[in-house]
Every structure is written in C-alpha cells, then in structure tokens.
C-alpha cells in the first residue's frame, strides 16, 4: 500500500493482560520503526527491521515487549503483561533506506491499560 | 539514548509572523536532521529535512539553518498561517539510519 497500515486504531486492555499491535509498511519499504508517544510528547525509540531482522533494539524495554517483522505478513508489536505506564500512541514508521531518509509514519495505535 | 534539545515547548505566533523553534544535539555522529508535523490524532509527517553538508535549506515558507560547529538546528516557519498550528518535532539520525532520535516537541499556535 501507500500509507503505513496500523491496526487497531484503539486498544484497551486490563493490567496484566497482553497486547498486540500491528504495521504494515509500505509496499516496497525494507525498514520498520517502532515509537512510543505518551502523553502527545516525546516519540521513544523501541525497535527498527531491516526487512525481517533486528536493526536496533536498544529501546526496548526486553522483559515484557517483542516485536516482529516476518515475510509477507504485518509486522507486530506484543506487550506481556501490560502496566498501566504503557498506556501510549504506539506508531510503527516505514521507509526505503533506513532511518536517515524520509520515515513514514502511520496513524498509531492508542494503547490504554485500565 | 543521544538526547536531542528542543526550546521552546509552546510558541504563539501572530498569523503572518515568523516561527522560530530550536535544538541541539551532542553526538556528532548524526548526519540527518528531519522536522516533522504532527497534527492532534495523526502520525508525524516530514516537513523538511537537512544534512551537515548544508548550512540552511529552504522549502517554501519553511527553512531549516544548521550551524555544524554549535550542533544546533533550527526551522524559521516564513508567513505563519492559522493551518500552521500543530505540534514540530526535530530528530536526529545517525550515518548507521537504525533509528530517529526526537526532541520533545514544540507546540505551536498562530493566532489569526
């Protein structure tokens, strides 16, 4: 497609209980960001693919977030164990050659832990 | 995390006015300076973008001022208008493109 692809546009979920979030970049891009804005503030680094590798994970909180990006399927964002300081706009952000060109950004994924 | 500082949070302009926002890095390893727009509900868009080869690029009424020497950056947004008002990030990305790195923001409304 055109656009960065991010579903659900909402999602709540209870203290403890998973979240998934899903990006679909745009056809052709071979990078994928990952970014957590809260509070319409600051966006904080999380992950980045190169295709279905790992570019750099040096944002991710390991204990309870993963993420993936695997062939001929949107790439995801998983959350054990959600706290209610996760509760965010998760944007996924694609683009052709890496992230010190144009990134795209898709609507986000508003993640509200109750 | 490389922290990327930008001044000031909140800005009101007069419609037809200049907007001037600010940042500074510290890694000098950076090599891509992005600004982008973000409207409330919506994913960041890029507004313009320099390189350190530049001094100043210009797109429109938007220009970006780089001063290598000071590692600062700066957007001057010419004529500001009314559809100007939204929030600007700057970032920063370094040679190796593995991410973008932000600064907080700057809110900006133009008061017509």
């Known amino acids: 497609g055109e656009e960065v692809a991010q579903t659900p546009k909402h999602l709540v979920r209870g203290e403890g209980q998973k979240a998934k979030l899903y990006c679909a970049p745009i056809k052709g891009h071979s990078y994928v960001f990952w970014y957590q804005q809260v509070l319409k503030n600051e966006f904080k680094f999380l992950i980045s693919f190169q295709n279905e590798n790992v570019f750099d994970e040096t944002g991710m909180p390991k204990e309870r977030f993963s993420a993936k990006c695997l062939p001929n399927s949107p790439c995801s964002l998983e959350i054990q164990a959600t706290k209610l300081e996760d509760s965010a706009v998760y944007f996924c952000?694609?683009?052709?050659?890496?992230?010190?060109?144009?990134?795209?950004f898709g609507q986000g994924t508003r993640l509200t832990v109750v | 995390q490389q922290q990327v500082k930008q001044s000031p949070q909140s800005l009101i302009v007069q419609k037809g006015g200049i907007s001037i926002i600010n940042c500074a890095y510290e890694n000098t390893a950076f090599d891509y300076f992005p600004w982008y727009q973000q409207f409330p509900g919506k994913g960041p868009a890029l507004l313009i973008a320099?390189?350190?080869?530049?001094s100043e690029k210009k797109e429109g009424r938007f220009t970006i001022s780089f001063n290598k020497s000071a590692k600062q950056f700066s957007l001057h947004i010419m004529d500001s208008q009314p559809g100007d008002s939204a929030t600007y990030f700057c970032?920063?990305?370094?040679?190796?493109?593995?991410?973008?790195?932000f600064g907080k923001g700057t809110t900006l409304s133009v008061s017509s």
């Open positions: 970032a920063a990305s370094n040679q190796a493109g593995t991410a973008l790195i």
């Open positions: 952000a694609s683009s052709p050659t890496g992230g010190n060109t144009e990134a795209f």
């Open positions: 320099i390189r350190p080869d530049v």
